[in-house]
């Protein structure tokens, strides 16, 4: 009887040794990812860190290598998951070899009704590749735009003027329209009446650009002197004059309505016509003098100098 009571010890011992060993390997396993987390989160913060120092203070640079770190940051968090989960495993005593090869059939099932899915991250990985979209630009991607605050192999979020957020899935973009590399172009369309000189117009323009470059706050964010194309075309109520300025990414909209509130004031000041749309009535006279009939002449009508 003893002899029995001290083989069941031994064995209940053998099995605690066991189990207190393969604790300590887990333990030892998620201590092990746990400092690879930290070494890879720091060694891509010191390459990052390490880029930065050598882009001159390139913002077009800074955006790109935000946007990879982000990236790289994601993909070792994800390998050191897999890879530590998978040990964790074994060392449980679950095979993993039944596992991968279920992995394997599964996962071509699951990528025959997943093909967006997949797509999306081959997408995502093109799009990294070729820069063609980073952090803090402005883009029109999928049918939505605005700044992008973040780009992952799954998807583009970006957040338009109004605030609404978009998530465009990497798979649904073919085309994608950046308003942030190296310059931009702020193209202007301003709308004169017909009687109004064109040259003189064109003139006031110029002197209103040239006095834009000047200014303090405007001038830094302008690359060149504007560059006049002229009159573009004859609308139904006004003469289009074309013009635009070269000026640091994502500059144009401000300066082009700064240029439009001062233009304002000096065709104000000169007395330039700023037409709209209206309908001009006149009244006639039937043939069989019935009752005045009215003739509308157009919608969109010059407004005529003798006009009362």
């Not at 770190?69 to 050191?80: D, E, G």
């Amino acid at each position: 009887m003893e002899a029995l009571i001290n083989m069941a010890g031994t064995t209940d011992l053998k099995e605690l040794l066991h189990l207190s060993q393969s604790a300590l390997h887990i333990l030892l396993i998620l201590v092990l990812a746990w400092i690879l987390l930290r070494l890879s989160t720091k060694a891509i913060r010191m390459l990052q860190i390490y880029s930065t120092r050598h882009t001159d203070n390139n913002p077009e640079e800074l955006k790109r290598i935000a946007t990879l770190s982000r990236v790289f940051r994601y993909i070792s968090s994800v390998v050191i998951y897999v890879v530590a989960g998978m040990v964790v495993l074994s060392e449980l005593g679950v095979s993993i070899a039944p596992i991968l090869a279920t992995a394997g059939v599964l996962g071509l099932a699951v990528g025959f009704a997943a093909q967006s899915l997949i797509k999306d991250y081959f997408n995502g990985i093109f799009l990294l590749l070729e820069n063609q979209v980073r952090q803090g630009d402005v883009v029109e991607a999928g049918g939505k735009g605005g700044l992008v605050e973040e780009v992952t192999l799954r998807y583009i979020k970006m957040r338009d003027y109004d605030g609404n957020v978009h998530f465009i899935p990497n798979g649904i973009i073919t085309t994608v329209t950046n308003m942030s590399r190296g310059f931009a172009y702020s193209v202007i369309d301003v709308g004169v009446a017909y009687r109004e000189d064109t040259d003189a117009v064109m003139n006031l323009m110029l002197q209103v650009g040239e006095n834009l470059r000047k200014d303090e706050t405007i001038g830094p964010k302008i690359m060149e002197d504007m560059e006049m194309a002229g009159v573009d075309k004859w609308d139904h109520s006004a003469v289009i004059i074309r013009c635009r300025f070269k000026v640091l990414p994502l500059e144009q909209w401000g300066v082009r309505r700064e240029f439009l509130r001062r233009l304002k004031q000096v065709f104000d000041q000169h007395g330039i016509e700023i037409p709209y749309p209206h309908m001009t009535i006149y009244p006639g006279q039937a043939k069989d003098g019935s009752a005045p009939s009215l003739h509308i002449a157009s919608w969109n009508e010059p407004t005529k100098p003798d006009a009362g």
